[in-house]
């Protein structure tokens, strides 16, 4: 029989399992707490080297099996399906009936919904619509002890029991392997526009001012030094998603307040190409570069962050501008270098992560950013809850 | 009156709890007298009561640390309190203790509308944030019908909802980040204003914590900007059934309203005769239906609601045709409570279940039958759009068998909700009121690793005990929390 095995970050050769039901990957646990070794949950593998290197021996278990729609009452505008689901899958269950999740995850044809909520990801519409966090209303994992093990339940509005769903959302696995979710989720909306303008450096915060400012009220703000016009520093894009008169009005708005607005080069799209613009944003934040740092801000500083990356040779942002987070993407090492000695020497608000970079320069870069005063308190609650150290051991906070 | 200040009493013997607690926050920051301390013996309405052995007041982060601090060399249980008007005992103090009122720590640190926070100390009411951001345009989402007294930090503690919740979410989707002083007297800062820290969102789990991880001493909100515009209708229907299919019907043509509210015919006595609001006394129910955001399409859509509302049976969709007439509108959804003693019964009890929406008919039709077997009166006022039911049990506690019948017709409707795939609390909290229902809707796994969760954080189960968790370890135990009077329960 040929053992599927597979890396992370030159870890291994891992075997890879691919359970088939909630009770063999109990059983995989038990056997790997028994024998002292790592679980390694792996989804669609599309962000498998964010993290730290794996510090134990183990296997890898693939969730992709567990890929089924439990209950979908639509009309309670709930869902609740398995971790191992692809977001496209979910995204198709939901739009059957009009309605949608409006978090954007990059590769959803290969992204799970588990390896999704592990990372956190999002994208542009975090602006309008918020995060994972305001989404998992429900949540089932096995831990520690080979249990299945839930929280919340299928109601949108319950505080009975702890929240676990905020814990496990980006929590990098590491308390667990997510098993099953319980998602609000939204009707889509009727129709989409996204605005794209150009502006100079100089200008860029007078601009954020502007958006942050508006009359209409966008649901993404995103910025991108990734610009093709002359004389530009920085493209600036701008969606609305709501009702077909709310979104007319508001492209009619806009386009009004920029008149006197040091930009240029004022486009608007509107219906499958804002949907498909949306999307490319969306994957500009994948971490196809060598060399990746995601960096999270005060709103208000975006401009000047920006500014700063801009001075460093090779390097190619993308921001959410109006979040305060922005990913730079480069080739070269010793831009990345000196942007993580700005942000770990800085005592502004704010932290940073290298979403990724050669293994072998994880071990001398502070990959997870720079402990605030909740650290501690945070690995506590790893060893709490974890206290074999079972799972996706060492990727979050090293030698545990 | 009852003086705050009480001089030094080593002379006329207090204990040394008393006298540390002097110590360390001034005599002028303590209570000890019975008189003094029955005010914080219990919570809003539903509760156990217990009291205190001291009620302290710290007015900084630093007085709290002090206080816990103490508290852990004398080994005294704590607790963390801010206006009391939660409704499942989360308030009380188990087993007695010292009670952290955090009224006196109130300022409003500061609003930034351009990263869109604003930083609050725990014992801020919830409306004076509201009222401090009018000038800005953006306000404080969470509006709990308790808002004029609410705090905050309670707000924190029970992750508290309110009529807005359909579309805008609760409390934790609006806190970003929190101050927690742990029992061991650390001081941890969780989140901020700067999104998506890495690690874990520890914000997210302490907010709806009832109170167990540790004190919270300052919070960081999230401010959202005001809506351009409303459109604010009454639905009125025959029948319960109409209205709750209503709100299916909303939802499914794909309307997110900015809140659905139910008020059923008895409910609606009590309010008219308070606000002489001009309620028709004969309709089944009503619904308050609301729709905001920018005024381009607005109107469209408040068309669309009003067409549903007529096609499932409305006999008449009013308008709020002015902001005054909206706010009048509002003002007798939120003060429904206090309009209950109308209707002539000297005691009430309020629920709090959760179903899925569309198991509202179900549900409201399991409540009329609940009130005929057991002989109950019962009135709603709800948040229909979330499936948050509020039904409210009439009776007079001076007679045994009517408690009694309260108690089993509550339980019943609590079952029932669970059966339906519901939960026994929206937004009032498990406190020490649903402890016995924990068992029912978690499996014991469930709980152990809840209860791991708290011990990374309360290890000695030193702050708010006897919380949230069947007590003894075993999850099908009974709390040990006895209910004699809805409303009145002797803790042990």
């Not at chain 1, 610009?227 to 009619?252: H, M, N, P, R, Y």
Request: proline residues 6%; charged residues 20%; contains cysteine.
């Amino acid at each position: 029989m040929n053992q599927e095995s597979l890396l992370i970050d030159d870890v291994g050769p891992l075997p890879v399992h691919r359970p088939s039901s909630v009770a063999v990957l109990c059983g995989l646990v038990r056997e790997a707490v028994a024998t002292a070794r790592g679980i390694y949950p792996v989804g669609g593998r599309t962000m498998l080297d964010v993290g730290l290197p794996p510090i134990k021996p183990g296997l890898a278990v693939d969730m992709t099996a567990l890929n089924q729609v439990i209950d979908y009452p639509a009309r309670d505008m709930t869902i609740t399906v398995q971790a191992g689901i692809t977001m496209a899958k979910l995204q198709d269950t939901l739009a059957k009936e009009g309605q949608w999740l409006p978090v954007d995850v990059p590769n959803l044809e290969q992204a799970t919904l588990g390896g999704a909520l592990a990372l956190n990801i999002s994208g542009p519409r975090r602006f309008g619509y918020g995060t994972f966090r305001d989404y998992v209303i429900g949540i089932s994992f096995v831990t520690d002890d080979g249990d299945e093990v839930k929280a919340g339940g299928r109601v949108v509005k319950n505080v009975a029991g702890y929240d676990l769903m905020k814990l496990q959302v980006g929590a990098v696995g590491t308390l667990g392997a997510i098993t099953q979710a319980t998602l609000k989720v939204k009707p889509k909306p009727e129709a989409s526009a996204v605005i794209r303008l150009h502006c100079a450096a100089a200008e860029l915060g007078k601009v954020l001012d502007l958006l942050h400012a508006t009359r209409a009220r966008p649901i993404a703000v995103d910025v991108s030094s990734d610009t093709s016009v002359l004389g530009a520093d920085w493209s600036v894009w701008v969606a609305f998603e709501e009702k077909a008169a709310t979104v007319e009005w508001q492209i009619a708005t806009l386009l009004e307040e920029l008149k006197h607005a040091p930009v240029t080069d004022v486009t608007a799209e509107r219906g499958t190409d804002a949907e498909s613009r949306l999307k490319a944003l969306s994957a500009a934040t994948a971490p196809t570069w060598p060399f990746e740092l995601k960096a999270n801000f005060r709103p208000s500083q975006t401009a000047a962050v920006c500014r700063f990356f801009q001075d460093l040779p090779g390097i190619v942002v993308h921001a959410h501008a109006l979040n305060g987070i922005l990913y730079g993407h480069t080739n070269s090492g010793e831009s990345l270098k000196r942007a993580v000695d700005l942000f770990s020497g800085s005592s502004a608000e704010g932290n940073f992560a290298i979403r990724r970079c050669p293994v072998a320069v994880k071990k001398s870069l502070p990959v997870w950013g720079r402990p605030g005063n909740d650290r501690d308190l945070m690995r506590h609650v790893k060893q709490t809850l974890d206290p074999k150290n079972v799972f996706n051991p060492g990727r979050l906070f090293g030698d545990l | 009156m009852t003086s705050l200040y009480e001089p030094p009493a080593s002379a006329h013997g207090a204990t040394p709890l008393v006298a540390r607690m002097r110590a360390v926050v001034g005599a002028e920051n303590v209570l000890t007298s019975p008189a003094d301390i029955t005010a914080y013996e219990c919570d809003g309405f539903t509760i156990a009561k217990t009291k205190p052995d001291v009620v302290v007041f710290p007015r900084s982060t630093e007085d709290i640390v002090a206080i816990v601090k103490a508290c852990a060399e004398l080994d005294v249980k704590f607790l963390a309190r801010g206006a009391g008007t939660s409704l499942a005992g989360g308030c009380v103090l188990v087993g007695g203790g010292v009670m952290i009122a955090l009224a006196r720590m109130k300022r409003i640190l500061e609003v930034n509308i351009r990263d869109r926070y604003a930083i609050v100390e725990p014992g801020v009411v919830n409306v004076w944030l509201t009222n401090a951001l009018k000038p800005f345009g953006y306000h404080y989402a969470p509006d709990p019908s308790s808002q004029g007294a609410c705090t905050i930090g309670g707000n924190v503690a029970t992750n508290s909802g309110g009529p807005h919740t359909l579309k805008y979410g609760v409390t934790v989707n609006h806190i970003i980040g929190v101050e927690l002083v742990l029992p061991d007297g650390r001081v941890v800062t969780c989140g901020g204003p700067c999104e998506d820290s890495p690690g874990f969102d520890l914000t997210g789990c302490i907010v709806g914590s009832e109170g167990t991880f540790g004190v919270v001493s300052k919070v960081w909100v999230r401010l959202t900007r005001n809506p351009e515009a409303y459109r604010t209708l009454l639905g009125v229907f025959n029948t319960v059934d109409d209205a709750t299919n209503t709100i299916s019907e909303i939802i499914g043509a794909g309307i997110v309203p900015g809140a659905l509210e139910l008020l059923d015919q008895t409910m609606l006595g009590a309010v008219e005769a308070a606000f002489k609001f001009g309620f028709p006394l004969d309709a089944g129910a009503v619904l308050i239906m609301e729709v905001d955001g920018l005024e381009a399409g607005l109107q469209e859509e408040a068309e669309r609601v009003e067409a549903i509302a007529k096609r499932c049976g409305a006999r008449e969709v009013r308008k709020a045709n002015t902001d005054a007439e909206r706010m009048a509108l509002w003002k007798a959804r939120k003060q429904a409570f206090g309009t209950i003693g109308r209707l002539g019964y000297p005691s009430y009890c309020t629920q709090d279940g959760v179903v899925p929406r569309t198991k509202l008919p179900l549900i409201m039709r399991h409540i009329q039958e609940v009130s005929k077997k057991h002989r109950v009166a019962v009135c709603n006022v709800f948040h229909a759009g979330d499936g948050n039911i509020h039904p409210i049990l009439m009776f007079d506690e001076r007679d045994p068998d009517q408690v009694q019948r309260v108690l089993d017709a509550s339980h019943d409707i609590l079952d029932e909700c669970i059966r339906l795939g519901g939960s026994v609390t929206g937004e009032h909290g498990i406190g020490v009121e649903k402890l016995d229902f924990m068992a029912k809707l978690f499996a014991p796994e469930d709980l152990a690793f809840m209860k791991r969760l708290r011990h990374a954080f309360n290890p000695d189960n030193r702050c708010s005990p006897g919380k949230l968790f069947p007590t003894a370890g075993g999850c099908t135990e009974h709390s040990g929390v006895h209910q004699t009077k809805p409303g009145r329960r002797a803790a042990v």
